[in-house]
């Protein structure tokens, strides 16, 4: 009786652990690699640093308080008329000062710089999450990629096993030569060295991907059946390299340093220039047992306020070598962000033609599809009636897997093709991965198998009908 009320239960805890691995989806895979990716994470923290470091710049401006103490102990020996006398006395003191910038051109261009590096931050983890975007949708297709490509080769070791099965037959009956048989068997093998090739790197890829995520076993959403792949919006070139020359992040970030530089220039012309600055302090000054004068304790007490006025000379040239220097490093920055330019719209230009000759690749491998498998229909008929020999259906076989195998990839390369565009002008988000995700769909739950009836227990009575 008890082994027969755990039965159920044992079933159940067998169906669970039956299970496969629960499937991801692209958005999941990207939010787990956020939290993960030791690149992404290095980029975060040097984002948080130039932060910090830009809010360094405003001290330029303000006003800078320091607190001085001492202390001191004096033994004075005295020896007049033969007579010695030693005494000694301690002193201490205390004094706040403080400093008010009121006229530093130098400080005021130290100051712009400083928010200048809020805007090369932002740039900076702009491109970081950008590549990580690519590098994560780069993982998963290569894994849906290889696990097709698996999928085709089985199919295909299927079909040549039963035309070797059928080549056997028809050598057995007298219908066939042994040709057949050997060239299918030849085929056979080469199928069986390919499945062992694409099983492996379905392994490879698949562990690029646990590393990018962070997880022990990923399983990729598949594209959903019949899925229509998105046309390219905006159609016209041109458009996406001026959304590049707008908004990539290394333009940006030519475009900040350039504004450094110039400022950089301005600090240096600011060696020429007067300094002013409001300076102020209070100071304690107390004498316990006397001074080296007196012997009374006493205590003084000063406030100070002024101005003070520092009009550069000569430094040996150095203000002037230093502004040619900066003059030059301008320049370098110019060229640096046209040459940033340049390369922004060539990228764009080339991954935008990439996606459309995509676009192009996977309707001529959809006909391509079709045909292969019309040849392959009719060099099956051929063969059986005799006008076809063995390796016109084995190379229709092959042909036709290889093109399935070609369309599945084309798909992929198209999908990834749209966000590389994206990344090549500057305009990537993680909001881009939702259109994509939307093409994806879980693969379907397997038919779960009835449970078997329940032993009846004998001292059960059987019921009658």
Known sequence: MKTCRLLPLTLAIGAALALPVRAQSLLALYDAARGHDAAYQSAKSQYEANLYKADQAKSALLPTVTLNASASNTQLRTEAG????????DTQSASVNATQ???????????????????LAEAQLLAAEQDLIVRVSQAYFDVLAAQDTLAFVRAQKAAVEEQLASARRNFEVGTATITDTREAQARYDLVIAQEIAADN????????????VGKAETAPYPLAPATTLPALLPEDINTWVQQGQDQHPAIRQA???????????????????????LTGSVGVNRNINGT?????????????????????????????????????????ARSDLEAARRT?????????FGVVSGLGQVKALEAAEASSQSALDA????????????????????????????LAKARYDVLMGGLKLRQANGSLKSEDLQGVNSLLAPPAAPTPEPAPAQPRSPSEPVKKS
């Open 101 to 119: 910038p009121l006229y530093r051109p130098g400080n005021l261009a130290t100051y712009q710089q400083g928010t200048r590096q809020t805007d």
């Open 379 to 406: 060099n099956k008929l051929g063969y059986q009636v005799g006008v076809r020999i063995n390796i016109d259906v084995l190379n229709s076989q092959s042909q036709l897997y290889q093109t399935k195998r070609d």
């Open 82 to 89: 033969g007579t010695t006398s030693d005494r000694g006395f």
């Open 255 to 277: 475009r900040t340093a350039l504004e450094v530089a110039t400022l950089e220039t301005d600090k240096a012309t600011a060696g020429h220039k007067p300094t002013l600055d």
């Open 201 to 212: 790197d379905l392994r490879v890829k698949k562990l690029a991907l646990n590393l990018l």
């Open 344 to 352: 922004v719209a060539q990228s764009t230009r080339t991954a935008y």
């Open 292 to 332: 080296t004068v007196s012997s009374v304790d006493s205590r003084t007490t000063s406030t100070t306020v002024g101005v003070q006025f520092v009009m550069p000379l000569f430094a040996g040239f150095a203000t002037q070598n230093r502004l040619r220097e900066t003059l030059a490093l301008e320049d370098k």
